[in-house]
């Protein structure tokens, strides 16, 4: 395989992993809030917190890309979003803790 159909395939893969990680909260804010134990209504701020990060982030991930490059900063953010990700599977579901790894998936996905 070429190594820029390679390149472009994970870009692509990883660009739909950053819109389907804030799909999937929408479909699973129901859950999320009763293992919280908190209204769906508060469980909502774990999508504003993801999306809002990921918003607010793009400009300084786009000035730190041109700092370290476009390849050191995407691997960046598929650390991050992949750490925090790993990290919501295993941590206790606690709203503040919760809202914590979004924000960090959210600054992960703007790096992407």
Known sequence: MNAHVALRAAICVSSFAGAFMGSALNVALGSIAAEAGVS???????????????TVLLLPATALAGKLGLLRTYRLGLLIASLASLALLLMPARLLLLGALRVLQGAGNACI
Do not use: D
Not at 40 to 54: D, R
């Open 40 to 54: 769906p209504q508060a469980a909502t701020l774990l999508i504003t917190l993801y999306v809002g990060s990921a």
